[in-house]
């Protein structure tokens, strides 16, 4: 299993920028793939961005051009925001799956979430 903790939320005013961490333990080398994940008030959680092990990253349309995801040897993900609009606030969610059966079970695992809002 792999525990996540994220950091970086905060409150900035539309145009500013953020960056979340994500600290990832336990069977970190059997992450395949980490990801960032959104909730909005009254909505549903919505993909941001991923990044797999070997370095493919993917993006929602709606932060294209403005979030970049990354992520260092130890598996700590980051989100780098940038142009940030109203739109974009919400609870961010670090999730991790992998896992090498029958040695370590298959997960999905999500941090606590961290808060980012964005003022007009």
């Known amino acids: 299993q792999v525990q996540l903790v994220e950091s970086g939320g905060g409150l900035v005013q539309a145009g500013g920028s953020l960056r979340l961490s994500c600290a990832a333990s336990g069977s970190i080398f059997t992450i395949n793939a980490m990801g960032w994940y959104r909730q909005a008030p009254g909505k549903q959680r919505e993909l941001v961005a991923t990044?797999?092990?070997?370095?493919?990253t993917n993006y929602a349309d709606s932060v294209k051009g403005r979030f970049t995801i990354s992520r260092d040897i130890t598996k700590n993900t980051y989100l780098q925001m940038n142009s940030l609009k109203p739109e974009d606030t919400g609870v961010y969610f670090c999730?991790?799956?992998?896992?090498?059966?029958?040695?370590?079970?298959?997960?999905?695992?999500w941090g606590q979430g961290t808060q980012v809002t964005v003022s007009s």
């Open positions: 990044i797999t092990s070997g370095g493919i």
């Open positions: 999730n991790a799956v992998g896992g090498k059966p029958p040695l370590v079970p298959a997960f999905n695992s």
